[in-house]
């Protein structure tokens, strides 16, 4: 009796202490170890932050602040019984802290059997900007600290490099640096021996979506997503396959990587019943598809919450379109086929490059971030460098680089050197610094231009002129010369030190959860907007 009491008990230790098995990709499809076949039961899980007031009608809420799901930890307690009611396997975070502590959530929600799809952006200036793309040291910076938080733990399903970036056929010109980035965080999972997937996550649209989709997964492993989502509002109220998914269906006919809805749950047709999640997990979408995530658990501004919490954060009331999901949840079949043998490997089509309409996209990516050659340039070759009066200096590195580069301008010089440009294809030499050093480097470009006159460096006192650096323009080109040579495609190192160097003020509407509410079109992101007003963005228009 005593022994039997204490094996069951030492069973119990064991089995939450198991890890979840690693999910792989196999062809287009997703497996567990055992061999069957892997769909994303989700439902997203974001406490919403402050939101930005728009004054456009189109524009949806962008978020301006986060609240870290993953760091509470009495909330994952109380979360995780509703969780489990749902039946999910996995839940989509968007925004997390990599300075919090997640080990109680991230245990909780393994011992439940869930997975967690997590976005690598934040809100604000964490994230590729639509409006004036690059990818930059900070940027990688970010991706990675949060990465070595994360990997530690048996639960993570996959990381996404960025959320609705593209929203129209315009802003495709930002998939180099989506593609850029998904090859830079890939090669560090790599070196980190990390199974993790990566992916992206795409707002419905037109042409333009399955060349973004096609041109994500092309050329090599080693450059394309792992994974690919689409945030999907198609099916409102009663709806049908034929009505909501056919034509998406058609589109991801023969593409070569895993794709599931990485959004879904259209709230214009009523009280939701979730009449699409047998269609989606049935025989006409999984040949196709790899499941999809509810949107969303929390109450969000807009009225896709499932549940209230009460102001105490100590009770959960769950809405009758919950109780639907539950019904809905749990009352699906696996459809386990094909077989890992049958799915066979991943074919990576040759990448082609944009047509100039629908697709803007270059096939040339920008180089790996690299920190050292831009503190390098900072250090010995920079003779004016920006020296912000306040920590709060990522509001006025773009107003600062819009001045710095018409005054550049009026010399008859460019901003050329800092600048990115994803459908030409061309990336400055110092494109991936970090803003505050592109911001330096055009400091110093002006004052070197002006002869070094002692008022050329100041920018209103927020610049300071460096003695120490390179004494005159040619030395310190030659002294950049000497400092590029470590660019190129590399497996990014470990970060060293917490993220420095600022970021413009550029909301860039790519973190943070939410979606078309079920209309294809009519969608600007607020902070894009914000950025064409006051933003860091129309220096590029000297190019
Ligand atoms: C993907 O969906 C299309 C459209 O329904 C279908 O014709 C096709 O057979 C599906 N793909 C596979 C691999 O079954
Ligand atoms: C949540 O609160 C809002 C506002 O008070 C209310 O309209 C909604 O019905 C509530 N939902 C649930 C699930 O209680
Ligand atoms: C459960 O699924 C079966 C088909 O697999 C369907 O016939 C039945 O109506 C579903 N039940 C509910 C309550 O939705
Ligand atoms: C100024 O230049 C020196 C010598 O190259 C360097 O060590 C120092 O870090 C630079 N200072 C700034 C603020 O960049
Ligand atoms: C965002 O800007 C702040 C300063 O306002 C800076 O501390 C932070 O490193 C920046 N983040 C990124 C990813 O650039
Ligand atoms: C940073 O500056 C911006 C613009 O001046 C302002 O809106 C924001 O509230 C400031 N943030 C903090 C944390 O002070
Ligand atoms: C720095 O630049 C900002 C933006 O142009 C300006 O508002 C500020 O007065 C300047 N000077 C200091 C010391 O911050
Ligand atoms: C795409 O969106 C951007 C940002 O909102 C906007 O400036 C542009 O005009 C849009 N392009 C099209 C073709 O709608």
Not at 79 to 108: E, F, P
Not at 223 to 250: E, F, K
Not at 325 to 351: D, E, H, K, M, R
Request: hydrophobic share 35%.
């Amino acid at each position: 009796m005593r022994l039997a009491r204490f094996l069951a008990v030492a069973a119990t230790v064991v089995s939450t202490a198991r890890a979840l098995p690693t999910v792989t990709r196999a062809g287009r499809y997703l497996y567990t170890p055992d061999g069957n076949r892997f769909y994303i039961k989700g439902i997203s899980y974001q406490e919403q932050g402050q939101t930005a007031v728009s004054t456009d009608p189109n524009a949806f809420p962008e978020p301006s602040t986060y609240i870290d799901p993953l760091a509470d930890s009495a909330a994952c307690t109380r979360d995780v019984t509703y969780l489990k009611q749902l039946g999910v396997n996995a839940v989509r975070i968007y925004s997390v802290d990599s300075t919090q502590n997640h080990d109680s959530c991230m245990s909780t929600f393994s011992a439940a059997g869930i997975y967690t799809i997590i976005d690598l952006a934040l809100p604000v200036n964490g994230s590729i900007n639509r409006a004036s793309p690059s990818w930059t040291v900070n940027l990688l910076d970010l991706y990675l600290t949060t990465i070595n938080a994360f990997s530690k733990y048996d639960n993570v399903l996959a990381y996404n490099i960025g959320n609705e970036i593209v929203i129209n056929s315009t802003t495709t010109n930002t998939a180099p640096f989506i593609k850029a980035a998904a090859r830079d965080v890939k090669a560090y999972l790599k070196s980190k021996g990390s199974n993790a997937l990566v992916g992206y996550a795409s707002t419905n649209g037109d042409t333009w979506l399955s060349l973004l989709a096609n041109y994500l997964s092309c050329g090599s492993a080693d450059t394309s997503i792992d994974l690919y989502g689409l945030n999907n509002y198609n099916w409102c109220g009663d709806s049908s396959y034929s009505a909501a998914y056919s034509a998406q269906n058609t589109l991801f006919n023969n593409y070569n990587v895993p794709a599931y809805f990485s959004e879904f749950g259209c709230i214009t047709g009523g009280t939701r019943t979730w009449s699409e999640v047998p269609v989606l997990f049935g025989t006409q979408m999984t040949p196709n598809w790899s499941g999809g995530v509810a949107f969303s658990y929390f109450p969000t501004v807009d009225g896709y919450g499932m549940t209230n919490i009460s102001s105490d954060g100590k009770t959960v009331t769950p809405s009758v379109e919950f109780t639907n999901l539950v019904a809905q949840y749990s009352n699906l079949t696996t459809i386990n086929s094909p077989t890992q043998a049958a799915a066979g490997s991943t074919n990576y089509p040759t990448c082609v490059a944009g047509d100039g309409t629908n697709f803007l996209g270059s096939t040339t990516l920008p180089p790996t971030p690299n920190a050292a050659a831009c503190n390098c340039d900072v250090q010995t070759a920079f003779s004016c460098v920006f020296t912000p009066q306040t920590s709060n200096f990522s509001a006025i590195v773009g107003d600062l680089l819009n001045y710095a580069c018409a005054q550049l301008g009026s010399q008859g010089d460019t901003c050329n050197p800092i600048a990115s440009n994803g459908q030409a294809g061309t990336y400055g030499q110092f494109a991936t610094c970090s803003p505050s050093d592109q911001l330096s480097w055009a400091m110093s470009e002006f004052y070197e231009n002006s002869n070094r006159a002692p008022t050329a460096c100041s920018f209103s006192g927020n610049a300071t002129i460096n003695k120490s650096a390179a004494p005159n323009k040619a030395s310190a080109q030659a002294v950049e010369s000497a400092c590029a040579s470590q660019t190129g495609v590399f497996t990014p190192p470990a970060p060293t030190a917490p993220v420095t160097g600022g970021g413009t003020n550029q909301g860039s509407g790519s973190s943070g959860s939410h979606h078309n509410g079920g209309s294809q079109t009519g969608f600007i992101g607020m902070g894009a907007m914000m950025l064409v007003a006051v933003g860091g963005g129309a220096w590029t228009l000297l190019m």
